[in-house]
């Protein structure tokens, strides 16, 4: 494929980091070495919560071999109190931890082993001795709807509720209704890389190794936890193994890395275990959904109603937003969303990949599937006559919106061909089943800025804090620079994962690609216009320029870079700021999966056999690393639909699978040939770029459309996820 720098944005580049990652040369955190060695911290934790530690004993860990500090409550460096300031919010308040003797749920550190090994200090806090006075905790929060309250906000939203049109007067005047409560469970991101970090105090200025998604707000969170001045911290991570949400702030390893670096006086590295994230790192709320549809007799939709409950962890503000693509996916004369929490004392709940859209869609799609059937219009063409012209909740113009396109080349590139009688598709013993649904999500844009240098050898080096958890941000900002300046991709240096460089909004949200890109498109647009005017001070054409190799080349004249650029290069930064984008538009991600599966007739097992997916991501940066995105998100899809769940214990607020043996996620058996189908485009009003996130969008829908086609195959409309096979086999239809 043509790689010149004219037309390399939106090429199938291979990734410019990949030899570092299959050589084993990139540089994740748990790879950080320090001269003189780094010590390693083994994490004890709490057997009950919430409650108060009444018995501590390290004296025999302390004394084991190679031990060389027990921290706990009694000594550990001073923090400030947990969730402080109230102001600050979840990424920058206060995480202290060991910080008293209180309990706050199950899996709390009580103590951290630091040890000259890992083994050591592993075998160190078995020794430790531990006794908690449990008091009354809430686990379960559909147990306790009677403490329910309205949250302060949701994430990704504007408004906790809406209240557009009269809702019961179009509900009971509706000629076809769905009356639906279903239950998601409680999930964990299971990235690749559980959380690790490494600690080294240089007098008052801390630096951290760790993996991390978003760098600025990770800054004022050990600024805040530990009382120091934000210029006296740097974090660096270069590499991520996987986020999905859970590593946008800080954990509790970084804190102890930290605390434990500045207690012993030298470097420390504190790595979760799987079993430890399951309590020390974020996850995903198990949430009741209940909702309320009714269509006229035309099929046209007249009331939608979508409540969502679930648990908010204590003094950690976050509460996940599933009615959030109920608001923006079909027109309706009256929408109500409503979302509830019950605070509770379980590990902090955060977001997880397409927090709100990947729950959201799973229950609304279901719903709206079943009044298409109730009203007797094929699910496709239900969909397609309920398109808005405008925001249904906020009425502002849609600065694009291509899903009846999605939905059209969908349908026909999956031979979709009408919805058939429940149970009549077969194949032998098999049961085949299809469904569809739409995914959505918000597009946003984020403040961001670059740095971006070039030598008198014609190498471009850019910097921002900007992170690659994966996702391939190496390769698209090489892409964007490049072509921006007419240079090879091989004179491209990208920096990125360091709190020095120009802040970002970093991984997450699906709004890194599109912010970080911007500001350094901004910035090269920037370094160009600086070159000109050089240029054009040594008398040489400065609106038509090249850079081959050291040298510069402006219409039929040639000269020397370091001639205009002097010893010391060139530099230039740029910014991009949302206010200057969007021209009040709604903006949104638009996609449609289509599903086919089998149930076994005589056991119930589910199997996906086909899913395809057709995704609107306006300007595409690089089809290979975008397709993979989609493709990942599809395969988290499935996960979510008919596999992953973390069962908690209510009576103790433990959850029970914390491993891969027992959490199960999708692996290559439960994964068919996926089709992943990208729609050309740009969109002029999402930035400069004219790129949407894609990140997260993948997994909207996919989930739904599996649900709809295990109706199909089996009749059984299933009201939990994920769907296993006892939740079909009573109703099976006979062969």
């Given at each position: 494929m043509d790689h010149s720098p004219s037309t390399l944005i939106g090429d199938a580049l291979d990734r410019v980091d990949g030899p570092a990652k299959v050589t084993g040369t990139a540089e994740y955190a748990g790879d950080h070495r320090i001269e003189g060695g780094i010590a390693e911290g083994y994490i004890v934790e709490a057997p009950a919560g919430p409650g108060r530690i009444i018995r501590l004993d390290v004296s025999a860990a302390e004394k084991a071999e190679g031990v060389i500090a027990v921290l706990t409550h009694r000594n550990a460096p001073t923090q400030k109190p947990y969730g402080t300031p109230e102001d600050e919010g979840r990424f920058?308040?206060?995480?202290?931890?060991?910080?008293?003797?209180?309990?706050?749920?199950?899996?709390?550190?009580?103590?951290?082993?630091?040890?000259?090994?890992?083994?050591?200090?592993?075998?160190?806090?078995?020794?430790?001795?531990?006794?908690?006075?449990?008091?009354?905790?809430?686990?379960?929060?559909?147990?306790?709807?009677?403490?329910?309250?309205?949250?302060?906000?949701?994430?990704?939203?504007?408004?906790?509720?809406?209240?557009?049109?009269?809702?019961?007067?179009?509900?009971?005047?509706?000629?076809?209704?769905?009356?639906?409560?279903?239950?998601?469970?409680?999930?964990?991101?299971?990235?690749?890389?559980?959380?690790?970090?490494?600690?080294?105090?240089d007098g008052e200025r801390l630096t951290i190794h760790m993996a991390i998604q978003i760098m600025a707000s990770g800054v004022s969170a050990f600024a805040n936890t530990l009382g120091i001045d934000e210029e006296n911290i740097r974090i660096i991570s270069p590499f991520t193994g996987g986020g999905f949400g859970s590593k946008l702030g800080v954990h509790n390893e970084a804190i102890l890395a930290a605390l434990a670096a500045k207690h012993c006086g030298k470097a420390v590295r504190v790595a979760q275990t799987r079993r430890n994230v399951f309590a020390n790192g974020p996850h995903r709320s198990r949430h009741l959904q209940d909702l309320k549809l009714g269509a006229g007799k035309d099929g046209k939709l007249k009331a939608i109603r979508h409540y969502s409950l679930a648990g908010m962890a204590r003094d950690y503000p976050f509460a996940e937003a599933p009615a959030s693509p109920t608001r923006a996916s079909y027109a309706a004369?009256?929408?109500?969303?409503?979302?509830?929490?019950?605070?509770?004392?379980?590990?902090?709940?955060?977001?997880?990949?397409?927090?709100?859209?990947?729950?959201?869609?799973?229950?609304?799609?279901?719903?709206?599937?079943?009044?298409?059937?109730?009203?007797?219009?094929?699910?496709?063409?239900?969909?397609?006559?309920?398109?808005?012209?405008?925001?249904?909740?906020?009425?502002?113009?849609?600065?694009?919106?291509?899903?009846?396109?999605?939905?059209?080349?969908?349908?026909?590139?999956?031979?979709?061909?009408?919805?058939?009688?429940?149970?009549?598709?077969?194949?032998?013993?098999?049961?085949?089943?299809?469904?569809?649904?739409?995914?959505?999500?918000?597009?946003?844009?984020?403040?961001?800025?670059?740095?971006?240098?070039?030598?008198?050898?014609?190498r471009l080096t850019a910097r921002l804090d900007m992170t690659d958890i994966?996702?391939?941000?190496?390769?698209?900002?090489?892409?964007?620079?490049?072509?921006?300046?007419?240079?090879?991709?091989?004179?491209?240096?990208?920096?990125?994962?360091?709190?020095?460089?120009?802040?970002?909004?970093?991984?997450?949200?699906?709004?890194?690609?599109?912010?970080?890109?911007?500001?350094?498109?901004?910035?090269?647009?920037?370094?160009?216009?600086?070159?000109?005017?050089?240029?054009?001070?040594?008398?040489?054409?400065?609106?038509?320029?090249?850079?081959?190799?050291?040298?510069?080349?402006?219409?039929?004249r040639e000269i020397a870079l370091e001639d205009v650029l002097g010893t010391d290069g060139l530099t230039a930064e740029g910014a991009v700021d949302p206010e200057n984008h969007g021209n009040g538009k709604a903006e949104y991600s638009y996609g449609v999966q289509f599903a086919e599966v089998e149930v076994d007739a005589d056991t119930g097992e589910l199997r996906v056999r086909r899913l395809l997916g057709v995704f609107d991501g306006g300007r595409i940066l690089n089809r290979k690393t975008a397709r993979s995105q989609l493709m990942g998100g599809m395969i988290f899809g499935i996960g979510g639909a008919l596999l992953e769940e973390s069962l908690m214990d209510d009576r103790y607020g433990s959850f029970m699978n914390r491993d891969f043996a027992e959490y199960h996620i999708a692996v290559n058996r439960d994964v068919p040939d996926l089709e992943v189908h990208m729609l050309d485009g740009h969109s002029e009003d999402s930035n400069p770029l004219g790129s949407k996130g894609i990140g997260e969008l993948g997994i909207c829908g996919a989930g739904p459309a599996i649900a709809n086609a295990v109706y199909e195959a089996t009749g059984v409309r299933v009201r939990k996820f994920p769907i296993h096979l006892e939740d079909v086999l009573e109703e099976l239809p006979a062969l």
């Open positions: 920058t308040q206060s995480h202290a931890v060991l910080e008293n003797d209180r309990v706050r749920h199950f899996g709390e550190p009580v103590a951290l082993v630091v040890a000259e090994t890992l083994e050591q200090a592993r075998h160190a806090a078995s020794l430790v001795e531990v006794k908690i006075e449990t008091s009354h905790g809430i686990y379960n929060p559909l147990d306790h709807r009677d403490r329910e309250e309205k949250p302060e906000s949701v994430d990704g939203l504007d408004a906790v509720d809406t209240q557009d049109g009269d809702f019961d007067g179009e509900f009971t005047s509706s000629g076809h209704t769905v009356r639906a409560s279903y239950v998601t469970g409680a999930q964990h991101a299971a990235a690749m890389e559980p959380h690790v970090t490494v600690a080294q105090w004369n009256a929408i109500h969303t409503i979302h509830r929490v019950v605070k509770a004392d379980i590990p902090n709940v955060d977001s997880m990949r397409a927090p709100g859209e990947a729950i959201g869609t799973l229950t609304f799609e279901t719903a709206i599937d079943e009044l298409a059937e109730k009203s007797g219009i094929d699910p496709v063409e239900f969909r397609l006559l309920n398109e808005p012209e405008a925001d249904p909740t906020s009425s502002d113009r849609f600065a694009s919106r291509r899903l009846a396109e999605c939905i059209r080349s969908g349908a026909e590139k999956f031979g979709w061909s009408g919805r058939v009688t429940p149970g009549s598709r077969r194949d032998g013993r098999k049961l085949i089943g299809h469904g569809m649904a739409v995914a959505i999500r918000p597009n946003t844009l984020s403040p961001a800025s670059a740095q971006v240098s070039l030598s008198k050898d014609g994966g996702t391939g941000s190496y390769t698209i900002l090489t892409q964007i620079a490049a072509e921006t300046l007419s240079l090879p991709a091989d004179r491209i240096k990208i920096e990125l994962g360091d709190s020095s460089f120009p802040t970002t909004a970093g991984s997450g949200g699906s709004f890194g690609a599109s912010s970080s890109g911007s500001a350094l498109l901004n910035a090269c647009n920037s370094l160009k216009s600086a070159l000109g005017e050089r240029l054009a001070q040594a008398g040489m054409p400065a609106n038509a320029f090249s850079i081959k190799g050291d040298r510069i080349v402006a219409g039929d």
